[in-house]
């Protein structure tokens, strides 16, 4: 499988795809969206993989939409390209893990590609924003709606509406990322994170990622249902056995993912 505007690799049960337009500090071309989701298909589908890593290079993650590209678009073909459109939300529909490990500039579209991740580790010279508004128009894949969600009104209003960067220290204590590291080793802190999670039982993984999405889609009465539900089911995985088997024999659990 080879891409142009993205590099895939698969180590050990991690596959990582790092955007690679380096000249244009990765900006997000329709051919790039789609060969992200193509990446991602190929590693849903791969059983040898249990987590992704979704990255950028030390300058940028993505500093959002090609502008270039989008600058003449009509009304009719943004709401009439079926592909663009579910290729924006294919990180989101993923079921495996993904962890994007940014550094360097996240802005529009590409802050709202790292919003669409499961959780954010950030460099720390890593920027976030939404700056749509500068050039004429609005966040369109997430910006409003996760933001909102993750950083409350105050902050989202204000980084929407005066499309100011949010640096990484101001991210963390926000709750947009889950850690900042030091630029040297975001990448491995992100692989070793990677990598820890595919070593645990896969399907109860699946499980924990759809419980915690719960909780931003429902009610906190109906997320506790959801989460007992899927609580109980773990309980019909021999992996559940084998975990609490070997913690009680201070062993290493062996995972068979059943
Ligand atoms: C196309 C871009 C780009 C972008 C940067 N470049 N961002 N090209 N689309 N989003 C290009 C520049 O034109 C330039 O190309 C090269 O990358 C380096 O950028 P500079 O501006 O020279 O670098 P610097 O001065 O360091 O500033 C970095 C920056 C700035 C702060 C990231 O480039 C910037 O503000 N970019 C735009 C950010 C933005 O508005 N994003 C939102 C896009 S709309 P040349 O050829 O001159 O070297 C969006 C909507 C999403 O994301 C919803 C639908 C998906």
Known sequence: MSFEHILLEKKAAVGIIRFNRPKSMNALCQPLFAELSEAL??????????????????????????????????????????GLNRQWDRIANCRKPVIAAVAGYALGGGCELAMSCDFIIAADNAKFGQPEITIGTMPGIGGTQRLTRLVGKARAMDMCLTGRMMDAQEAERAGLVSRVVPLESYFEEAFEAASLIAGFSRPVVKLAKEAVNAALETTLTQGLKTERRLFHSTFAFDDQKEGMKAFIEKRKPVFKHR
Do not use: P
């Open 41 to 82: 298909d190929d590693l849903e589908s791969d059983d040898a993989i249990a987590a992704i890593i979704i990255t950028g290079n030390d300058k940028a993650f993505a500093a959002g939409a090609d502008i270039g590209e989008m600058v003449e678009a009509s009304y009719q073909q943004m709401l009439a390209d079926e």
